[in-house]
C-alpha cells in the first residue's frame, strides 16, 4: 500500500528579518509571493498574504494583526477569511479595491500613515494600485511587493513583465523613491517575490546605493522578459 500524503505539508514558521519583521515562506496561490509581518506596538501590520494554513493561520491569531496590506493585485488570496478570522483591517490602494467586493476595506489614493514609523506610498507601474510600504526602523526598510524585485546577482530592479500595466509609470515611480528617501532612510529592501535571488539573505542591504545606481533611461527601453 502507498502512504497517504498528508493534507498538509509540515509547517514551517515564518523567519526572523529584523527583530520587528518576519517574512513567511513564498505562497503558491500568489504566484511565490512573499508575505511580511511587522511587530508594532500600535499593532501589526500584515503584508500582502501567506499561505491560509493552519500553521500560519494560528500563528497569525497567537501574533494578531491589525492591518492587512496588499501591496498590489497579484498579492490577494483568501482575504476575505483573514479579515473574518483575524478581525483586522484591509488597506489596498483605491484602484484595485474593487477586486474586493463585499469585503470592507480601507482605500487610499497617494499615501496613507499606518504608524508614526509605516507609511504606504502608491507606486503604480507594475498594476495600476501597485504600493510599497516604509518602515522607518533598522535604517530604514522598504516593503516593496513586486514593484522592485531582486534579479539573479540580488539587486533590486523594476521588472518589465508582459502583464506590466504601465511601464514608463513605474520608472517614474523608482525616481520618486530615489527622490524621496536617502542613504540614512533607506538601508534595506523587502522584495513582495524572486526571494531566491537573495541567496540566503534575508534583505536587500544598500538600498538606496543600489537604487541610485539604476540607470531608469535604459531601464525605459527595456523589453517585456515574460
Given at each position: 500500500m502507498?502512504?497517504?500524503?498528508p493534507?498538509h ?5 515564518p523567519?526572523?528579518?529584523f527583530d520587528?519583521?518576519?517574512?513567511f515562506p513564498?505562497n503558491?496561490e500568489t504566484?511565490?509571493?512573499t508575505?511580511y509581518l511587522i511587530?508594532e506596538n500600535?499593532?501589526?501590520i500584515?503584508?500582502?498574504c ?5 500553521g500560519?493561520?494560528?500563528f497569525?491569531?497567537?501574533?494578531g494583526?491589525?492591518w492587512l496590506?496588499l501591496?498590489?493585485?497579484?498579492a ?8 473574518e478570522?483575524?478581525g483586522?483591517?484591509v ?5 484595485e479595491a ?12 497617494q ?10 506610498i502608491?507606486t503604480?507601474?507594475y498594476?495600476?494600485?501597485s ?8 535604517g530604514?526598510?522598504?516593503f516593496?511587493?513586486r514593484?522592485?524585485l531582486?534579479?539573479?546577482?540580488g539587486e533590486?530592479?523594476?521588472l518589465r ?7 514608463r509609470r ?7 523613491l ?5 542613504s540614512?532612510?533607506?538601508q534595506y529592501i ?7 535571488f537573495l541567496?540566503?539573505?534575508r534583505a536587500?542591504d544598500r538600498?538606496y546605493?543600489?537604487l541610485m545606481?539604476?540607470d531608469?533611461?535604459?531601464?525605459l527601453q527595456a523589453r517585456?522578459?515574460?
Amino acid at each position: 500500500m502507498t502512504a497517504e500524503l498528508p493534507l498538509h505539508p509540515p509547517f514551517k514558521p515564518p523567519r526572523s528579518v529584523f527583530d520587528t519583521v518576519l517574512a513567511f515562506p513564498p505562497n503558491r496561490e500568489t504566484l511565490g509571493g512573499t508575505a511580511y509581518l511587522i511587530l508594532e506596538n500600535t499593532g501589526n501590520i500584515l503584508i500582502d498574504c501567506p499561505a491560509w494554513e493552519p500553521g500560519n493561520q494560528a500563528f497569525l491569531q497567537e501574533k494578531g494583526v491589525r492591518w492587512l496590506f496588499l501591496t498590489h493585485r497579484g498579492a490577494i488570496a483568501h482575504v476575505k477569511e483573514m479579515q473574518e478570522t483575524l478581525g483586522c483591517e484591509v488597506l489596498i490602494q483605491e484602484q484595485e479595491a474593487y477586486l474586493l467586493p463585499g469585503i470592507p476595506v480601507t482605500s487610499f489614493q497617494q499615501e496613507f500613515s499606518l504608524s508614526a514609523s509605516s507609511q504606504v506610498i502608491w507606486t503604480c507601474g507594475y498594476s495600476p494600485g501597485s504600493s510599497c510600504l516604509h518602515y522607518a526602523q533598522a535604517g530604514g526598510i522598504l516593503f516593496s511587493g513586486r514593484h522592485l524585485l531582486p534579479n539573479q546577482q540580488g539587486e533590486p530592479v523594476p521588472l518589465r513583465i508582459s502583464r506590466t500595466f504601465h511601464w514608463r509609470r513605474q520608472i517614474g515611480n523608482v525616481q520618486k523613491l530615489r527622490d524621496r528617501f536617502s542613504s540614512e532612510t533607506l538601508q534595506y529592501i523587502c522584495p513582495g517575490a524572486s526571494t531566491g535571488f537573495l541567496r540566503g539573505e534575508r534583505a536587500i542591504d544598500r538600498a538606496y546605493e543600489q537604487l541610485m545606481q539604476l540607470d531608469l533611461q535604459a531601464c525605459l527601453q527595456a523589453r517585456p522578459i515574460l
